[in-house]
């Protein structure tokens, strides 16, 4: 089991950035699979980005060339910057990992002002 805390939300301008973390409760360096959500008012949740823990990663097609995924081990932490933020990145971002049952954090809002 591993519980997962989001943190680094909060309101920004477009074209600005925020880093957010996701702290796990335990190692995740045999975690094979982490990465970032987001649920937008009145939509489903969607598919943001994954790390592996080889360090492999994927992103959906909206968020490349302007977020970063990354994963410090050592810290049990995942990381999400997101540059070059737009209002249509205004979201509750969730951090998931897949061990390979499926865990989720709670959530940290993101809110991306024009």
């Known amino acids: 089991q591993v519980q997962l805390v989001e943190s680094g939300g909060g309101l920004v301008q477009a074209g600005g950035s925020l880093t957010l973390s996701c702290a796990a409760s335990?190692?995740?360096?045999?975690?094979?699979?982490m990465g970032w959500y987001r649920q937008a008012p009145g939509k489903q949740r969607e598919f943001v980005t994954n790390?592996?823990?080889?360090?492999?990663?994927n992103y959906a097609d909206s968020v490349k060339g302007r977020f970063t995924i990354s994963r410090d081990n050592a810290k049990n932490t995942v990381y999400l910057q997101m540059n070059s933020l737009k209002p249509e990145d205004t979201a509750v971002y969730y951090c998931?990992?897949?061990?390979?049952?499926?865990?989720w954090g709670r959530g940290t809002q993101v809110t991306v002002s024009s």
């Open positions: 790390i592996t823990n080889g360090g492999s990663t």
């Open positions: 998931r990992a897949d061990t390979p049952t499926t865990y």
């Open positions: 335990r190692s995740i360096f045999s975690i094979v699979l």
